[in-house]
């Protein structure tokens, strides 16, 4: 496989249900991020891992948990998830400080809370 | 406050006319900016980028200006076709925050066959 592979497609979770996204890139990149996107609203960006060390957490509640095992692969785990957390929710991966072609971004997982 | 606007939520075009989609931000420390092209159940991906020491890039259909003292851009598609019916996002980054790009809420283009 190639580029930026993100599973599940779809998710539906209850409220009270544990659950995990995982993303995976073969492209050689140093650096890896978790976007969610709401309708409507601009990409909001949720964590940066950079050389695998989460560099930033934009005050992203605490019931969404990054995991960055190494430098391919990453998790966001989902806990107590509440309705308004339903949103695509996009991986991506660059290599650091080389911002020529930006981001290389996955399909995405669709979440639905209920 | 959105740091990267983009005013116009859809836009309708002709096929084979020019599409010009809009960017506006507010951070005058933005020294390079990309544009991204999303289908739905799609990832974004990469269409064209500029730095500041520029004020166009061309690749093919697709032209980005960039006005620094207007902090504006926009892209060129010309001629529109209907494989280029998607959302555009406009991103921007800070040479000291390096990959982390402030992304547009995105344009809607429609090409009309």
């Known amino acids: 496989e190639t580029g930026v592979t993100q599973t599940p497609r779809h998710l539906v979770m209850g409220m009270t249900n544990k659950k995990s996204l995982k993303c995976e890139q073969h492209?050689?990149?140093?650096?890896m991020y978790w976007y969610k996107q709401s309708a409507k609203k601009p990409l909001e960006l949720m964590f940066v891992?950079?050389?695998?060390?989460?560099?930033e957490n934009n005050s992203v509640p605490s019931r969404f948990s990054p995991e960055c095992p190494n430098s391919s692969h990453l998790f966001l785990h989902l806990h107590t998830l509440q309705p308004e957390d339903s949103a695509l929710y996009l991986c991506?991966?660059?290599?650091?400080?080389?911002?020529?072609?930006?981001?290389?971004f996955g399909s995405g997982t669709r979440l639905t809370v209920v | 406050d959105q740091q990267v606007k983009q005013n116009s939520p859809s836009l309708s075009v002709q096929e084979g006319r020019i599409s010009i989609l809009n960017c506006d931000y507010t951070?005058?420390?933005?020294?390079?900016f990309l544009w991204y092209k999303k289908y739905p159940a799609e990832g974004p991906t990469f269409l064209i980028s500029?730095?500041?020491?520029?004020d166009k890039n061309e690749d093919g259909r697709f032209t980005v200006f960039l006005n620094k003292s207007a902090k504006h851009l926009s892209l060129h598609i010309v001629p529109s076709q209907p494989g280029d019916s998607a959302v555009y996002f406009c991103a921007a980054s800070e040479r000291n925050y390096g990959q982390n790009f402030v992304f547009g809420p995105g344009t809607r283009l429609s090409v009309l066959p």
């Open positions: 500029i730095s500041s020491i520029k």
């Open positions: 951070n005058s420390m933005f020294d390079y």
């Open positions: 991506a991966s660059s290599q650091v400080w080389d911002r020529g072609y930006g981001y290389t």
């Open positions: 891992y950079s050389l695998e060390e989460r560099v």
């Open positions: 492209l050689g990149h140093n650096a």
